[in-house]
């Protein structure tokens, strides 16, 4: 991946008090998701297909603003 450059999926910062992320598929908002399934799923309606395993070592998924344990506001990351 070039520097400068997002990964293909970006999970990005929880925003929503009550839980969720908003997700984006290159580039496109894909939708939120509440927890790890959710992403598989969404991603998966963009021709993606990934595995709970791949969510935390792919390179094709970016994490912003928290890992995939990170769902609410106050779990994120500064």
Do not use: F, N
């Amino acid at each position: 991946m070039e520097q400068g450059r997002s990964a293909p999926i970006v999970v990005h910062t929880p925003t929503i008090p009550e839980g969720g992320r908003a997700i984006s598929v290159q580039g496109r908002a894909a939708g939120v998701a509440h927890d790890a399934q959710d992403v598989i799923l969404l991603v998966r309606r963009h021709g993606v297909e990934l595995e709970r395993e791949d969510l935390d070592r792919s390179p094709l998924v970016e994490w912003r603003g928290g890992d995939s344990a990170a769902w609410k506001l106050s779990d994120a990351s500064p």
